[in-house]
């Protein structure tokens, strides 16, 4: 008997999780929440090479999963940083407010 | 798996550990010359970087090419022409640096450029879906913070920076699903067996041919973003007109030429010819894709930089007209020998990183004289600084592509391999859009040589670095359109060798 979870649920999940930060990237108008859905984004990726590792029974995925947290925590560093650059500037980060080049 | 050894594996790393180096050395001269001396910290991230892109050259990879440190890294001639390249683009820009309002007397500028180009060396030769993703990144997230590196401006650099970055983050995470589904099919992240796998029709795939293509969908909307084509441009020409120019002119050329290589490399070893999924191929329904994308970005580009008043936002509309033409390239792997649309693209992209540098060099210098960037402003340039406005034209005409400029032999060798591919209306089509480009280019000409300025007597000085700058591309630009065999040889060499993995993979 296996009562482990198939990997096709871990996929689905993954997918589910993947559009809703799609979503929130393309609906969002507020910088740090537009930020949160592109990290939703990675994670449904690092959910899904984490399932796919196990499927195949070897370490590659996981090992991906590593280096994609890494270069997650990099994006952070910035992002934020820029963040309270444009909140310095504005007084808001509403991304419907960054529009001084047009055209 | 061959056994490891260090001496041999080096040289495939070597420009990477030369930038390393390079960073840590500007790093500690920051941190620790006299304030009156940090200046010269440009002239040796450019002079150190000039250097470190001849270790591509004096350390040839093998004719065929070869797979290093675990089979991440592969050095063949395609990776070592687009090293130097991006090499070249880095020590430029530090040069062009060194006056600019946005970015002078700062030496972390130079460092976080370094670390940008050492991203770039590895990403042309990424042989692991790990390797690109982390090599991408690296590219990508310090030009994140160099887009927003100008403080006083009231915001526009931030907000450029800002848009950068929520824009490029996005097309990472599309690219990075793409990644996982892929390694999902197949059980590999290294590319070669990945495809081998597909090809073979071993993985977990059977004959589906739907998550074949969102795959194949995620992985092209995610370059897409990185080499700014349309559909996938919004963030183009606020990013090129907000950030400090010698920002803008490093990620129009050297973001862009790694990404172009990365692009190249990744649809003609995991999505051969012979993968046919249902009956389907897989080939041809890329190949279909990237003949709309590059129609679409050329005529997009080029009839939106028509109507632009400020130089450097004309600038970016032109750059997606540009990578739409090399696209061109690109949908030219269909043809029975690849070899001729690898080596188009990779001479295009030379030429196209050597004018677009020498066009940015000329925007920073008549930008820092007169505080302008529109175009009208550069009226009577000819009798302010005649040097620059014939470096300025000489960059335009090969833009434009028009002989004896680089860019004429550029297009010439795309839509060469665009025929020999049976893509022939994509040529009639890229050939028509050239000559809509040819307007706005030579507008700007125009303004330069004729046009009566309010300041004519002012003449603009020409800085020793700038000099150089103009100098060296203005002749690199020369060269390439008047000789342009020698790089082209070295092309389909390289391309060659890239064809050799092709093959290995469908002989096996």
């Given at each position: 008997m296996n009562f482990a979870v198939p990997t096709e649920a871990f996929i689905m999940l993954s997918m589910v999780l993947f559009i809703l930060g799609a979503m929130g990237v393309l609906l969002r108008r507020n910088a740090i929440l537009i930020f949160m859905s592109v990290e939703l984004m990675l994670n449904a990726a690092n959910l899904a090479l984490v399932a796919f590792a196990r499927q195949w029974g070897q370490m590659n995925g996981q090992l991906f999963v590593f280096f994609v947290m890494t270069v997650a925590a990099a994006e952070v560093a910035v992002g934020l940083a820029l963040i309270v650059a444009i909140f310095r500037n504005k007084r808001s980060i509403n991304i419907d407010d960054l529009h001084q080049m047009e055209g | 798996m061959a056994e490891f050894n260090f001496l041999q594996s080096l040289p495939s790393v070597a420009a990477a550990l030369g930038l390393t180096i390079l960073a840590a050395v500007i790093l500690l001269l920051d941190a620790y010359l006299p304030k009156d001396k940090r200046p010269q910290i440009a002239y040796v991230a450019a002079f150190g970087m000039l250097f470190v892109a001849f270790t591509p050259i004096i350390w040839s990879p093998p004719a065929e090419g070869q797979v290093f440190w675990g089979g991440m890294i592969r050095f063949d001639g395609v990776a070592q022409i687009f090293q130097v390249m991006v090499i070249l683009g880095g020590a430029l820009t530090a040069l062009m640096a060194i006056n600019d309002s946005g970015t002078k007397n700062r030496g972390e500028f130079h460092l976080i450029i370094i670390i940008s180009t050492l991203g770039g060396c590895l990403l042309v030769g990424a042989n692991d879906l790990v390797m690109l993703f982390v090599a991408l990144e690296t590219v990508s997230i310090p030009l994140y913070i160099l887009a927003a590196f100008?403080?006083?401006?009231?915001g526009r650099s931030a907000e450029s920076g800002l848009k950068y970055f929520l824009f490029g983050s996005f097309a990472s995470a599309i690219l990075l699903y793409g990644l996982s589904l892929l390694y999902g099919f197949t059980g590999h992240t290294n590319i070669p067996a990945l495809a081998q796998t597909l090809v073979s029709g071993?993985?977990?795939?059977?004959?589906?041919?739907v998550p074949m293509l969102a795959a194949l969908l995620l992985v092209i909307v995610g370059f897409g973003f990185k080499i700014s084509v349309a559909p996938f441009h919004f963030w183009t020409p606020d990013v090129y007109e907000g950030a400090p120019t010698p920002v803008t002119a490093f990620v129009s050329v050297a973001s862009k030429a790694a990404s172009f290589a990365v692009l190249l490399r990744f649809l003609l070893a995991v999505?051969?010819?012979?993968?046919?999924l249902e009956g389907q191929s897989i080939q041809a329904f890329w190949v279909n894709l990237l003949v709309v994308i590059s129609v679409v970005s050329m005529t997009l580009g080029n009839v939106l930089a028509l109507?632009?008043?400020?130089i450097k936002r004309m600038l970016a509309y032109s750059s997606i007209a540009q990578a739409g033409y090399a696209l061109v390239g690109i949908a030219a792997l269909q043809s029975a020998d690849p070899t001729l649309g690898v080596s188009s693209v990779a001479f295009y992209m030379f030429m196209y990183t050597f004018s677009n540098l020498l066009i940015f060099a000329g925007v920073v210098l008549f930008s820092e004289a007169t505080k302008s960037e529109n175009i009208?402003?550069?009226?009577g340039l000819q009798r302010r600084s005649p040097w620059l406005a014939l470096a300025m034209t000489i960059s335009l005409l090969s833009l434009a592509g028009f002989?004896?400029?680089a860019g004429f032999f550029g297009k010439f060798f795309l839509f060469q391999a665009a025929v020999e591919a049976n893509l022939v209306g994509l040529a009639i089509i890229g050939v028509l859009n050239s000559s809509v480009a040819l307007y706005y280019y030579l507008v700007v000409i125009k303004v330069m040589y004729v046009d009566k300025g309010v300041d004519e007597d002012q003449a603009i000085a020409i800085p020793r670095p700038y000099a150089w700058v103009l100098g060296i591309a203005s002749v690199v630009v020369l060269l390439l359109g008047v000789l342009p065999t020698q790089i082209i040889d070295w092309a389909r060499s390289g391309a060659e060798a890239m064809q050799h993995v092709a093959r290995l993979i469908n002989g096996l």
């Amino acid at each position: 008997m296996n009562f482990a979870v198939p990997t096709e649920a871990f996929i689905m999940l993954s997918m589910v999780l993947f559009i809703l930060g799609a979503m929130g990237v393309l609906l969002r108008r507020n910088a740090i929440l537009i930020f949160m859905s592109v990290e939703l984004m990675l994670n449904a990726a690092n959910l899904a090479l984490v399932a796919f590792a196990r499927q195949w029974g070897q370490m590659n995925g996981q090992l991906f999963v590593f280096f994609v947290m890494t270069v997650a925590a990099a994006e952070v560093a910035v992002g934020l940083a820029l963040i309270v650059a444009i909140f310095r500037n504005k007084r808001s980060i509403n991304i419907d407010d960054l529009h001084q080049m047009e055209g | 798996m061959a056994e490891f050894n260090f001496l041999q594996s080096l040289p495939s790393v070597a420009a990477a550990l030369g930038l390393t180096i390079l960073a840590a050395v500007i790093l500690l001269l920051d941190a620790y010359l006299p304030k009156d001396k940090r200046p010269q910290i440009a002239y040796v991230a450019a002079f150190g970087m000039l250097f470190v892109a001849f270790t591509p050259i004096i350390w040839s990879p093998p004719a065929e090419g070869q797979v290093f440190w675990g089979g991440m890294i592969r050095f063949d001639g395609v990776a070592q022409i687009f090293q130097v390249m991006v090499i070249l683009g880095g020590a430029l820009t530090a040069l062009m640096a060194i006056n600019d309002s946005g970015t002078k007397n700062r030496g972390e500028f130079h460092l976080i450029i370094i670390i940008s180009t050492l991203g770039g060396c590895l990403l042309v030769g990424a042989n692991d879906l790990v390797m690109l993703f982390v090599a991408l990144e690296t590219v990508s997230i310090p030009l994140y913070i160099l887009a927003a590196f100008r403080r006083q401006d009231g915001g526009r650099s931030a907000e450029s920076g800002l848009k950068y970055f929520l824009f490029g983050s996005f097309a990472s995470a599309i690219l990075l699903y793409g990644l996982s589904l892929l390694y999902g099919f197949t059980g590999h992240t290294n590319i070669p067996a990945l495809a081998q796998t597909l090809v073979s029709g071993g993985g977990a795939l059977g004959d589906n041919v739907v998550p074949m293509l969102a795959a194949l969908l995620l992985v092209i909307v995610g370059f897409g973003f990185k080499i700014s084509v349309a559909p996938f441009h919004f963030w183009t020409p606020d990013v090129y007109e907000g950030a400090p120019t010698p920002v803008t002119a490093f990620v129009s050329v050297a973001s862009k030429a790694a990404s172009f290589a990365v692009l190249l490399r990744f649809l003609l070893a995991v999505f051969p010819a012979d993968l046919v999924l249902e009956g389907q191929s897989i080939q041809a329904f890329w190949v279909n894709l990237l003949v709309v994308i590059s129609v679409v970005s050329m005529t997009l580009g080029n009839v939106l930089a028509l109507r632009q008043s400020n130089i450097k936002r004309m600038l970016a509309y032109s750059s997606i007209a540009q990578a739409g033409y090399a696209l061109v390239g690109i949908a030219a792997l269909q043809s029975a020998d690849p070899t001729l649309g690898v080596s188009s693209v990779a001479f295009y992209m030379f030429m196209y990183t050597f004018s677009n540098l020498l066009i940015f060099a000329g925007v920073v210098l008549f930008s820092e004289a007169t505080k302008s960037e529109n175009i009208r402003d550069l009226a009577g340039l000819q009798r302010r600084s005649p040097w620059l406005a014939l470096a300025m034209t000489i960059s335009l005409l090969s833009l434009a592509g028009f002989p004896p400029a680089a860019g004429f032999f550029g297009k010439f060798f795309l839509f060469q391999a665009a025929v020999e591919a049976n893509l022939v209306g994509l040529a009639i089509i890229g050939v028509l859009n050239s000559s809509v480009a040819l307007y706005y280019y030579l507008v700007v000409i125009k303004v330069m040589y004729v046009d009566k300025g309010v300041d004519e007597d002012q003449a603009i000085a020409i800085p020793r670095p700038y000099a150089w700058v103009l100098g060296i591309a203005s002749v690199v630009v020369l060269l390439l359109g008047v000789l342009p065999t020698q790089i082209i040889d070295w092309a389909r060499s390289g391309a060659e060798a890239m064809q050799h993995v092709a093959r290995l993979i469908n002989g096996l």
